[in-house]
């Protein structure tokens, strides 16, 4: 339960947490036993042998949006619920499947399901997880479940195409690889986000082109969300955070501040290529090289690029809907989900610049 | 191409294959060109470099019973078309998945794609095409659409839920395995069997409950099947089944007639018990187990019970539709399925004994 001092936007999480979690355990009881366990585990609800823990659950950002989305265009949270609980499903099947396949052997502070159930059975959690949200829409008669559960099936495709851009960025050199590769990569996470929106304002009973507008300020949110990660796992205080100081830079990941210096023709830039050598850098050496990533423009174009998608968001969702009180809270949302974004103000107008021309 | 001489079952096969496959591989070319490349190895397209080979396909069984379940009840083959595509699609996501998750390195006699092309790249192509399938279905505009899309989501969760029995089985002591046990896991193979004929009669026009009473004559189908290889694996020959020689036994795998002979309370059953220590036993004691589970009745208690499901799928195939061309040509698939079980008659009157009875 919420605590009644909570205001803004951690009272519209916690609102969206306390709709869908009912719904998102009877889903996860539905599941044979060790699945059941397993999910119980991810989602934070368990400790491994299934006893009760302080709560290590995430965010229900992803509910909060379709249920936000669906109250812009008048329905009430009961008709896009379903929506709700099935991206949050979808989410988790990505982040069981996403560990094995990045290696990730922790997630908020615990092992990762893989290495606390073994690989068979995350695996097949991660698949069981596609069938409840399944269950969600396919269960709606009408025919916004229909198109619901065509959106879903887009974002769980568009999700995989990203994913799978993300694993060739990996095993890319550093040299070849440009914004272009980077940009394809995002769809992992904004592909969801466009399907929250766009899910929430169909069930919620909106115009196709409602749906369209406000998917598409989603999915900029979300690149400016990844954007502003990116840059906070090298130049944030990993106490805020909560990820290892420059864990990006230690495994060598072509985030795109490190693809923009590579690209930048200057002189850090050639430094940092003969440092990013596509394998683990010394310890010493990250600093060290997030100095060259500044110096070579890096993260000024990064805040640039994130600062001005995150504008970009905010003005496509005035444009979707008249002022109200909840799209108020959604903009509020939207700023919430990138603090460090939006607190450095505007970028100033423009559109946002070619991602191409930072190399 | 087909040739000109074949009839019967092999005929029905290769007109499947040859509506099928178009939509297959446009579905799968459309797919990010790393998972488009394991996809084609896996479906036995090109070799791991790409190059084409000799054709490693599957047999298109389950596309066949979608697509002639739709002529059953007097559709075209356009109209269920659809169906016939996402079945295959799931059916080879299950097959990569449950690769990794059983450890099974080779499929077909080439190595499987979690080995030729990695664990995440498997994973991902298994998620991708789940993806895929509901595009084929998402995409039909009817009532119908929606409804084989709920059957292919609850297919899915009924896999995913037999795999998870059947993961449990592989960890269960030997001593406490019962027929009960096997039977949750015999869902990995008959949900996705239900839904082709479900799938095929609602896309092609067909009544609830035509669908209904032909998913439950495939899942029947299904159990005689899945007994009818535990049977092959032991006591057939390597050459015909194109598997290694016992190499269920060799795994310590508790298939039926291992189960059935350990509850059996005989001598021999007995005997079993002691050998069989759930670690994989040595190679000269393969053929000492297989009698004595023979000696224990294991064997013929199952070559009853997948007679007496092939005898029971039959005798629903024809309560569900009145005699046609069509009918028979089913009929005739069910038993080019089970060829063994089909061979050795019919299991006389009666119905199937309750598993549990066995032990």
Known sequence: MRTRQEHGPPRILGAARDLALPALREAVDGLHPDLARLCGYHFGWCGIDGSLVESKEGKFLRAALVLLCGQAVGAPAADVLPGAVAVELVHNFSLLHDDIMDNDDHRRGRPSAWVAFGLANAILAGDALIGLALDQLTGLKNEAGRTATRMLAEALNEMIRGQAADLALDSAPAAEVTAEHY????????????????????????????????????RKLGLSWQMANDLENIWGDPAVTGKPVQGDLRQAKKTLPVIAALRSRSAAGTQLAGAFSDTAPAESDLYAQAMLIERAGGREHVETLSRR????????????????????????LFRFIVPSVARSGAAGGGEVRALGAAG
Chains 1, 2 share one sequence.
């Open 309 to 332: 998608y995150l504008d970009q968001a905010l003005a496509e969702l005035t444009t979707a809907l008249p002022a109200s009180a909840v799209v108020t809270e959604l903009a509020d």
């Open 183 to 218: 940009m394809a990569a995002t769809y992992k996470t904004t592909a969801l986000l466009y399907s929250c929106a766009a899910i929430g304002v169909t069930l919620g009973g909106g115009s196709a082109e409602v749906a369209t507008v406000l998917g598409g300020a989603c």
